[in-house]
């Protein structure tokens, strides 16, 4: 389920493809509607393969993205002569470029888009995580528990996948498609390493994400290369540092249980 990020990512291109032949204009808010409606879609045909016709959840997701990519290139490549538009760009962003991808209002500039969009998004997530906590959290863990106390875990799980589409649509532009997946992954699984408690752990998460875009910020400075990149490299660095680490202690505890 990791993985769905990624999934999304790839399966909204014909989304994209879409919107840009519907309206002839490159403008984000076509692009995000086009790509917001075929990514949500996305997680509807996973969970209806998976929930309704058994079909394993990597196979779902699998089928689902390549299926919906393989359609945006073949859209991309029919309409070549009066779509402006290449697969390569639509996927992979580029943080560096945020800052000229202004929203200007009658001349004023109001920031960057990216700014805006990402900001909207936290507080969305924020609001779904407080309002959901239970069910997410009940769902997540144990669906048959769940469904004894009259949770509906058919239909939590689908607003979190339909959330991750959201978070995917809105990041990927600004960040690319790479990165989007690490920060989805990389901070959660370096957390778990140390934290079992749900609510630590999403902190924990959030600041090791924050440590890791701060670091790979750096690091692309230094060495002036990709900042996605970087970013990407720096969690996974801290990810094998508090795996090291969680080895160590673990060998530790073992060996002192063994004495006693």
């Known amino acids: 389920m990791t993985m769905v990020g990624d999934a999304i990512s790839h399966a ?33 045909i996973i969970e209806v393969l998976r929930k309704k016709l058994r079909v394993q959840s990597d196979a779902s997701i699998g089928m ?10 073949v859209l991309i490549t029919y309409w070549s ?28 500039s109001y920031g960057p888009i990216a700014l805006w969009s990402s900001g909207i ?40 996948m339909s959330m991750v589409s959201l978070a995917t649509v809105v990041s990927f532009e600004s960040v690319g498609a790479i990165l989007v997946v690490a920060l989805l992954v ?37 060495l002036e290369t990709s900042i996605a990149g970087s970013i990407a490299t720096v969690l996974g660095a801290l990810f094998l540092i508090a795996l090291i680490i969680h080895s160590l202690l673990a060998r530790k505890t073992s060996k002192y249980a063994m004495e006693a």
């Open 186 to 222: 990389a901070p959660a699984a370096t957390a778990y390493l140390f934290i079992q408690r749900l609510k630590p752990l999403l902190i924990a998460s959030a600041s090791i994400g924050l440590i890791g875009a701060l670091g790979g910020y750096g690091l692309s400075k230094v």
């Open 64 to 73: 689902t993205f390549t299926s919906l990519f393989a359609l945006g290139v």
């Open 81 to 108: 002569d009066s779509v402006d538009l290449d697969q390569e760009c639509v996927l992979y962003g580029e943080i560096a470029y945020v800052p000229f991808n202004l929203w200007l209002i009658d001349g004023v």
């Open 12 to 44: 909204v291109l014909p989304g994209i493809a879409i919107a840009y032949w519907l309206s002839q204009s490159r403008a984000s808010l076509w692009m995000f509607f086009g790509a917001a409606i075929v990514g949500v879609g996305a997680t509807i």
């Open 121 to 160: 998004l936290l507080l969305v997530v924020l609001l779904y995580i407080i309002i959901g906590y239970k069910g997410l959290k009940m769902t997540s863990f144990n669906e048959d528990y769940a469904a004894v106390l009259g949770i509906a875990a058919g239909l939590w799980n689908l607003s979190l």
